[in-house]
C-alpha cells in the first residue's frame, strides 16, 4: 500500500508542480511590472505631455479636434476627469466646424467617458441627442456604448426588477452593435464572444478569442480587454488555472499600458487570496486601489472597497502571525545564546583578557578606517561642491554683465528705431513706414547679432568647448563652421545644453527652430557619439569642468 501511495504521488507531483511554475513565472513577470510601474507611468506622461505640446503648432481647428481626440485616448482609462475635459474640448471644435460626423464621435467620447465616472443620467442624456442615422458608420459605436452604460447601471442596480430592465437593454445594445461591426474587427469579437458566453458557450467565445488575440499588439489597449473575457470563459469552464493565467495576461497589460480604470488585477487578487498568497493579493489589492482613485473610475472603486477589508484584515493578521512567530524564535536564539555564552566563558576565561584588548584594538582600527574614509569623502564632496559654486558664480557674473550689457544697447537701438519710424511719420512717408514695419530685415540683424554676442560670451567661458565637442565623436571632423561663424547650430544645441538647458522646447524657442528640428539634430550628434549615445549629454555637461574624470 504504501509503495503505491509514494508511486501515485511520483506520478501526480511532477503534473501539478508544472501548472504551478507555468503560473509562477507569469505571476514573477507581474510583480516585476508593478514594481517597475513608475517606469511606465512615467512614458505614459511623457505621450500626453508630447501630445499636449502639439497644440502649442496647431493653427486649425481640424488639427485641434484630432489632438483633442488623441488626448482623450489617452486619458479615457488612466484619468477620467481629463479625459472628459479633452472629450468636451472636441465636442466644442465639432460644433464650430460643423461637421456631423465629428460632432455624433465627440458626443459619444463624452456619453463614455461620463459612464466611467459614474454620471449614468448624464450620458444617456447626451445619448439621446444623437441622431445616430445621419452617421451610419458610427451606428456600431453607437449601441455599444449604450451597451456599457447600461451594463454599468446593471452592475450598480440594487433591485432585481432594475437588474432585470438594465440586463434585457444591456443585451439589446449589445445585439444591435454586432450588426454594424464588421465580423473581422476586435469589437464585433469581443460583443460576440460576449454573446457566447451568455449563452453558456465558453469553449466557442475562448476559440473566437484566441484567433483575435494572436492577432493583437503588446501596445494595443484591447488585448487586456481580449485576455479578461478569455479568462472569464474559463471561469465558466472552472477551470481554475487557466482563468489565473489570462487575467495574470490582461493585468500585465493593463499596467504597461497604465490603464488605471481595470478590473483584472483585482479580481487576481481575490484569486490569490483565496488560495492563501495574502502578500500578492494585499499589494495587487492596493495597487488596483490607487488606480481606480487616480482615475476616478465610481464603479471600480465601489468593486474594490467592498473586497479590500478581507484582504486587509488577511494581511495584518498574517502579519501578526508572523511577529508571533518571530518573538518565539528570538526568544529561543537568546536562551540558546545565553547557554552557549556560558560555555564560553568558562571554556576561555584565561584568553579573556587578550581578546578584548585584540577586539578593542581591531575596532579601533575599524573606526578609524571608517573615519579616514568618511573625511576623505567628504573632502571630495566639498571640493567638488567649491569647484561648481565657483562654475556656477562665474556664470552668473559674466552672462548677467552681458545682459545688462545688451539690455541697455537694445533700449538705445529701440530708441534710434523709434525716433527713424516718428521721423519718417512726421515727414508724411507712409510707404517707406510701411516698409519698415514690415521689414525683417531689422530683426534678422538683432537675431544675428544676438547669437554672435551669445557665441562669444560661451567661448569666452569655455574656450576649449569646440575642441572637445568633437573629441566625444566618432568623427573628429563631423562639425563643420562656416567662415566668421563662432557656432553654428548644432554647436550652440549643445552649448545650452552644457549650461543646463537640456528641455528641447525651451532650446527650439531660444534658436527660433521646431520642437522636431531640434530633437533630430540632438539625435544625429548623439548617433555619431564615441561611446554609448545615452551618456553623450553627461560627457557634455562635463566640457570645462573641473570636476571631470
Same mark, same amino acid.
Given at each position: ?48 505631455? @508630447? ?9 486649425? #481647428? ?18 477620467? #476627469? ?5 472629450? +468636451? ?6 460644433? @464650430? ?9 465627440? @458626443? ?113 489597449? #484591447? ?35 497604465? @490603464? ?28 488596483? %486601489? ?9 464603479? +471600480?472603486?465601489?468593486?474594490?472597497? *467592498? ?45 579573556? =583578557? ?26 571630495? !564632496? ?19 554683465? +552681458? ?14 528705431? !523709434? ?15 510701411? *516698409? ?10 538683432? %537675431? ?6 551669445? #557665441? ?19 568623427? *573628429?571632423?563631423?562639425?563643420?563652421? =562656416? ?18 538647458? *537640456? ?8 534658436? +527660433? ?14 548617433? =555619431?557619439? %564615441? ?19
Amino acid at each position: 500500500m504504501n509503495k503505491f501511495s509514494a508511486l501515485l504521488i511520483a506520478l501526480i507531483l511532477p503534473i501539478f508542480l508544472f501548472g504551478q511554475v507555468k503560473n509562477d513565472s507569469l505571476l514573477k513577470e507581474l510583480d516585476n511590472t508593478v514594481n517597475e510601474y513608475e517606469l511606465y507611468l512615467n512614458r505614459k506622461e511623457a505621450d500626453i505631455n @508630447k501630445l499636449k505640446g502639439l497644440l502649442h503648432y496647431t493653427s486649425t #481647428d481640424l488639427q485641434k479636434f484630432e489632438i483633442y481626440g488623441k488626448l482623450y485616448v489617452q486619458y479615457k482609462a488612466y484619468q477620467s #476627469d481629463s479625459a472628459l475635459i479633452y472629450a +468636451r474640448k472636441s465636442l466644442l471644435i465639432s460644433q @464650430k466646424l460643423k461637421n456631423t460626423d465629428k460632432v455624433n464621435e465627440a @458626443k459619444l467620447n463624452v456619453a463614455s467617458i461620463m459612464g466611467t465616472l459614474g454620471m449614468y443620467k448624464e450620458s444617456l442624456d447626451i445619448l439621446e441627442t444623437i441622431n445616430i442615422n445621419l452617421t451610419p458608420n458610427l451606428k456600431g459605436t453607437y449601441y455599444w456604448t449604450n451597451r456599457i452604460i447600461y451594463g454599468y447601471l446593471n452592475d450598480y442596480g440594487t433591485s432585481s426588477q432594475e437588474k432585470k430592465e438594465y440586463d434585457a437593454l444591456t443585451k439589446k445594445y449589445r445585439d444591435s452593435a454586432m450588426l454594424y461591426f464588421s465580423p473581422k474587427s476586435i469589437e464585433f469579437g469581443i460583443a460576440k464572444s460576449d454573446q457566447f458566453l451568455e449563452h453558456g458557450h465558453p469553449d466557442q467565445a475562448i476559440e473566437l478569442l484566441h484567433v483575435f488575440f494572436s492577432k493583437t499588439a503588446k501596445q494595443d489597449p #484591447d488585448r487586456a480587454v481580449i485576455a479578461y473575457i478569455i479568462s472569464e470563459g474559463y471561469r465558466l469552464k472552472k477551470d481554475k488555472e487557466q482563468e489565473e493565467k489570462w487575467l495574470i495576461v490582461s493585468a500585465i497589460s493593463d499596467l504597461q499600458l497604465v @490603464k488605471k480604470e481595470n478590473i483584472s488585477l483585482r479580481k487576481l487578487a481575490f484569486i490569490l487570496y483565496e488560495q492563501g498568497d495574502i502578500d500578492r493579493a494585499y499589494k495587487y489589492t492596493k495597487r488596483s %486601489l490607487e488606480d481606480a482613485l487616480f482615475c476616478n473610475a465610481k464603479l +471600480r472603486t465601489y468593486e474594490i472597497s *467592498k473586497m479590500l477589508p478581507i484582504i486587509n484584515e488577511a494581511y495584518e493578521n498574517k502579519n501578526e502571525t508572523n511577529r508571533t512567530q518571530l518573538i518565539i524564535f528570538l526568544i529561543c536564539a537568546s536562551i540558546l545564546s545565553l547557554f552557549l555564552l556560558v560555555v564560553l566563558v568558562l571554556l576561555f576565561k584565561q584568553m579573556k =583578557k587578550l581578546a578584548n584588548a585584540q577586539k578593542e584594538i581591531s575596532l579601533a582600527n575599524t573606526k578609524l578606517s571608517v573615519l579616514n574614509k568618511e573625511l576623505n569623502e567628504i573632502n571630495e !564632496r566639498l571640493n567638488q561642491t567649491n569647484a561648481t559654486l565657483a562654475e556656477a558664480s562665474l556664470l552668473k557674473e559674466i552672462y548677467i554683465g +552681458r545682459y545688462m550689457d545688451q539690455c541697455s544697447d537694445y533700449i538705445a537701438k529701440l530708441e534710434e528705431y !523709434r525716433r527713424k519710424l516718428n521721423v519718417m511719420a512726421t515727414a508724411g512717408k507712409m510707404n517707406e513706414l510701411v *516698409k519698415a514695419v514690415k521689414s525683417n530685415t531689422h530683426i534678422e540683424k538683432e %537675431l544675428k547679432e544676438f547669437y554672435t554676442n551669445f #557665441d562669444q560670451t560661451f567661448l569666452q567661458l569655455f574656450p576649449s568647448f569646440i575642441d572637445e565637442f568633437s573629441k566625444l565623436l566618432v568623427d *573628429k571632423e563631423v562639425i563643420h563652421l =562656416k567662415q566668421g561663424e563662432l557656432l553654428n547650430t548644432e554647436l550652440r544645441i549643445f552649448a545650452l545644453i552644457r549650461l543646463g538647458i *537640456k528641455d528641447s522646447t525651451k532650446i527650439a524657442e531660444f534658436l +527660433r527652430y521646431s520642437v522636431s528640428t531640434i530633437y533630430n539634430y540632438r539625435s544625429q550628434i548623439k548617433n =555619431k557619439s %564615441l561611446g554609448p549615445r545615452e551618456e553623450f549629454e553627461s560627457k557634455v555637461l562635463l566640457i570645462g569642468s573641473s570636476g571631470k574624470n
